[in-house]
């Protein structure tokens, strides 16, 4: 019954913005942190960033520092990524995650409790 629903995903040249929304449903969405993946062809899935349960936390990797930013809105039972100053090297399918531990397991690799089925984000030059 779980679902996350990634949408807002398309092409875009560099230095472009887009902003990817995830919708849940079959979970009580305050007590998940939430985040984002990608994977790029080749490639194995990587952290991008995530928010705790209550909004006041958000990590990032170091790629993408400074240039995402993550947001939940609870009474929407979404999470949002907004993305600007895209880069080729972003291209990748994006993952919603969700998972009742701590928002800093997801940041140290730890494997979501859910997924949603992706996203393509594609960067060109």
């Known amino acids: 019954q779980v679902q996350l629903v990634e949408s807002g995903g398309g092409l875009v040249q560099a230095g472009g913005s887009l902003r990817l929304s995830c919708a849940a449903s079959?979970?009580?969405?305050?007590?998940?942190?939430m985040g984002w993946f990608r994977q790029a062809p080749g490639k194995e899935r990587e952290f991008v960033a995530a928010i705790s349960w209550s909004g006041v936390s958000t990590y990032y990797s170091d790629s993408v520092k400074g240039r995402f930013t993550i947001s939940r809105v609870d009474a929407k039972n979404t999470v949002y990524l907004q993305m600007n100053s895209l880069k080729p090297d972003d291209t990748a399918v994006y993952y919603c995650a969700a998972d009742t531990a701590p928002v800093t397991a997801q940041a140290r690799g730890a494997t979501p409790d859910y997924w949603g089925q992706g996203t393509q984000v594609t960067v060109t030059s």
């Open positions: 079959g979970l009580t969405f305050s007590r998940y942190a």
